[in-house]
């Protein structure tokens, strides 16, 4: 843990060398509106980090108590991105054994005593709520579509690993940083003293979260960027279960151009450069790989995003049988199959054609891992006659 707060400190020199780098990376047109943006990114940043530090320093004196919780049968949703993985945690998320994290825990309180701390804010807040919400309408309202951000809803708690730099949601700010293209390829590129050491931190942050909100609970965590990381998570949980959840490269790939479009037109130009486009298709190719190499199915569930929007009952017995030893989450996995019959919809709209790009030449790159083997013989066992 300490190793940790220190790469806190050495973190705000090196995230500010990174984005002075990337200034011209949208080209020099652009480096008029990037430059505030990243000099208040590069703030919110090092402020944040310095609060971590002293919030987890004060963990050790004032909540010692929490490297006594234990991080049991974690379940992770992962698999590739705009595949349904935010809608299954949130609907998971209501079952009372549950607990995940949110957005406001995940970027501002990692530890227990910032958890207090913006507690209490938010106490305070109470009384401007409604205009939060105006403010949060007005200046996210082109992300709805795609990615509803709320503070008080779940959300991918590799928001943790930001201070840190073990997050990949950088990478479109900084396109040329080796180090966080390589996160897209955690297992398999990440030096291993690094690698253990977000683990490490990630595992501790977990403890914190559970010592918060109650030992006896169970850990849901979503995080498609962690497909590149499954090795290091069934090593650091080894009674962990992970949901994958599916879709084709043909449905995915502009979902996931088009979802960047709102960040990118603050960035630049409003869309990837082509260099940069290649490089995320790449890491995409990347979670295919992984996730068609892999078959054990005592740890490992495939979930399409069609099952997914169909909520069947084959789904759900799948998911209850998957996830529980016991028929007490019954009634609970019910109440989620008819919620996600009747509510999984999105108005977020796009086609390859929007990014130069065709379904034949997407079909081509991605021929040798799609369909997934592992998903084709989880559907064939589901299909075998009794």
């Not at 919030?55 to 992962?78: A, C, Q, W």
């Not at 501002?108 to 409604?130: H, N, V």
């Not at 995409?284 to 979930?303: A, H, K, M, P, V």
């Amino acid at each position: 843990m300490l190793a940790a707060l220190l790469f806190h400190l050495i973190a705000i020199p090196c995230f500010a060398i990174q984005l002075t780098i990337s200034l011209p990376a949208e080209g020099w047109q652009h480096v008029w509106k990037r430059l505030p943006l990243f000099f208040l990114a590069w703030v919110l940043f090092s402020s944040l980090a310095i609060l971590h530090i002293f919030g987890h320093l004060l963990d050790m004196l004032i909540f010692p108590g929490y490297r006594k919780s234990t991080v049991s049968n974690p379940v992770f949703i992962l698999g590739i991105p705009r595949s349904g993985t935010t809608y299954l945690q949130r609907r998971l998320a209501r079952i009372p054994e549950f607990t995940t994290l949110t957005t406001w825990e995940a970027l501002l309180a990692p530890s227990i005593t910032e958890k207090y701390l913006f507690t209490l804010l938010g106490k305070c807040l109470l009384p401007l709520e409604q205009g939060i919400i105006s403010i949060r309408k007005k200046f996210f309202h082109q992300m709805d579509s795609i990615h509803e951000i709320r503070l008080q809803e779940p959300e991918e708690d590799f928001l943790l690993l930001l201070p840190v730099l073990g997050c990949l949601l950088p990478v479109f700010a900084c396109p040329g940083s080796r180090h966080f293209w390589q996160l897209g390829y955690f297992d398999e590129k990440v030096p291993e003293r690094f690698r253990k050491m977000l683990m490490t931190y990630y595992r501790t942050c977990l403890q914190k979260h559970l010592a918060f909100h109650g030992a006896h609970k169970r850990l849901l965590s979503k995080n498609p960027s962690f497909t590149s990381w499954m090795g290091s998570l069934f090593e650091c949980f080894p009674d962990a279960r992970v949901i994958a959840c599916t879709r084709p490269p043909m449905e995915v790939i502009p979902s996931q151009l088009s979802s960047l479009r709102p960040a990118m037109t603050v960035l630049g130009n409003g869309r990837l450069s082509l260099s940069t486009q290649d490089k995320l298709l790449c890491v995409l190719y990347n979670y295919y790989q992984i996730l068609t190499g892999y078959n054990d199915e005592s740890r490992l569930l495939f979930l399409p995003i069609s099952a997914l929007r169909e909520g069947s009952s084959h789904t759900m017995n799948s998911l209850q049988d998957f996830l529980f030893t016991d028929q007490s989450a019954s009634p609970l996995i019910a109440e989620q199959q008819n919620s996600m019959r009747n509510t999984y919809r999105s108005n977020h709209h796009y086609s390859l054609a929007d990014f130069g790009l065709n379904e034949q030449e997407i079909n081509n790159r991605f021929k040798p891992v799609w369909p997934l083997t592992g998903l084709q013989k989880q559907d064939a066992l589901k299909n075998r006659p009794d």
